[in-house]
């Protein structure tokens, strides 16, 4: 391993546009992986950018993904234009950066992914599971000049993983080298947490149910703001405790993992319905959003006590994500706690959470080029450690330079 | 670049199966590429062998090629399922190559043709042009434990190129070092030619027009065999020069190259309208072949006069494919040949005819590997050289080892 400008590329499933963000990477001396097989890394980020779908694209995008039949030149077309969108985002972020860095000599891009079923059946007389990420590297490749790593997801399920969570891998990268047993959380529309051992190795990634999703839609729909700013309204009601324990025992919560759930579950319809409940029970938006911020605190708090603690005594939690920023949520997330916990933010690291995605995809394709396994079987179920993702590789020699110039120009 | 040893995999438009062949492909001294860009390499044929797709998989391969539309989670599963019956073919082969090399380093695997149309479009604003090719890599690397080059067409399109003809890359290292202007020629249901010039490098490839298809589907038609063995009938029936005349002014046959054809053109149906004007003709089977036989070597032959000659005088053919196992074929093509020819045949230069495309593969993949170019941009029309397809690793270290051992073990 050596120093590498690698960018990471992503597209999540709310499909707004490409996350692009650039890291030199390289290895802490000593170099190498270390005994357990979690190589020890420097990261920098140098410079980062969301680049947005133009909204007609996103909109075939979202329908294309949701259509129940397309046709083989659709695959084929789509897979071509998205990988030209992920091309741009790449191009737009090497002329931001050029002052900085010179020369990017990988890229990882998760592409956007269109279909996802990691449970195994019979098609054809054969065992097979799927998945589908589209955004041809080799377009990629060939805008940019620089070799890419792409689709990571296929090479788990083949050794009969869920080809996800891949963010584990990441986290043992970034936080698993503090010598004592920590839980990475991040608190999205859905939280989910990835539990490292004092060895820094993940033992378990799972989502415990609910982020922010509930609290910005009950905000948005009492208020009219997207979300409850630092949780200050949350803050002066009251917690109805009878309506919280009932809530905390829907199935989800003591399903053991692994598990991951999503809008299906915890979506706008289930966070409507416990709107109109708030309504029946007469609580005012300060309460109601009081009991739905602990709803999100003390299930993730119960996911550690129930499924965690019982192997592993975390003191030190890394929280991420948009609800990292609510003080409030902390705080409760700190009371249900069992024991004393300490809480600290990715940037108190130096990460930003917000590009923690494309932080992931640069990561895995900077450890595929160096053949360093990067899923994490312990949280995907895979039977053994692979090498995430294929390489586009670019050739050796003069040429490499000119098509990078030709990237630049365009 | 390093001796390796490499498997090719590939299944053709006949959807028949998956061809495997082993070959040890080293660098000849001196090594690295040649100063024009083409390795000079040494190739040996360890093994190879046909793993037929079960009928049942076959048909519904076929139809589900065929199907006006599909749904997201059959392009997942098809690919993982094609990727299964490649690994099982690859395994075949390393469990039958066992005693003469113990270690395979590399595999290139085409992969089925699903879907190719390499015409520029927009789609969603966005210009692209579509190919698939499935038989998921990652799943085959997984159960062999050998790294996989795969997916070789989308980087040549990504540069402006039609993906195709691939083969003149192997064409240029198989046959490009006599020092002499020489075309190669396939001649399987279509003929195909690929013209080296003196340097060694392909300068045009195109499809001449009818193969074998016409003849053997007319061989079927009249005398209940699958083909004219050697010409026999062909040679003794009488050429109806007045038909020959009209058929060879067909436009297909003035159209300048680049051009490809194909089942759409020159298949059952055109052979069985030739047959239907051969009985109003009032032909005997052996004129009617001979006839047949006679157009395909005029449009061989006029193929060079018309488009080749011009550029470059050709005095030395290399000929594969079924047709090169007729006597009577080659004769007529030295005939129809504007200037003085010799004819050779694959074999002649220790190439199996047979598994030419699993050697292009393996060839791509070497070269892919040690990073050196292998499109061909004046045969394809790309705008410069790439390295053609996607590298799936395998982890550094013991646990290739156990890969490699669980692979062979199934």
Redesign the interface.
Known sequence: MRALNVIGLNSGTSMDGVDAALYTIRPKKPAGPSDKGVPSLEIELVGSLLHPF?S??QR??QAT?AA??????Q???????L???FADAALRLMRQTRSKVNHVDLIGSHGQT??H?PTP?K??????????QLG????I???TGVPVV??FR??D???GGQGAPLVSFADEVLFGRSGKPTAVLNIGGIANITVLNEEGLAILAFDTGPGNMIMDRAALRLTSQPFDQDGRLARSGRIDEKWLSELKSLAYFRQSPPKTTGRELFGFHFADELLSEANRRGLSAQDCLATLTALSAVTIARAYADFIEPRLRIDELVVGGGGADNSYLLDSIKRYWPNELTVRRHEDFGISTKFKEALLFALLAYT??????NNVPACTGAS????L????????GS?IG?HIFSGYRK
């Not at 993702?389 to 050796?396: A, C, F, I, R």
Request: proline residues 6%; contains cysteine.
């Open positions: 133009e007609s694209f075939r995008l993904v129940p039949s397309i046709n083989w030149e695959v084929c077309l789509l897979n071509v234009a990988g030209e969108v269109i279909w079923a059946r098609f054809w007389g054969v065992e097979a599971m799927g998945t589908l041809e590297p080799a377009v490749a060939a805008r792409a689709d296929t090479a399920m083949a050794v595929t080029f160096f053949k360093i396994p053994r450690r692979v090498c993702g294929k390489l586009v590789q670019t050739p050796v040429i000119e």
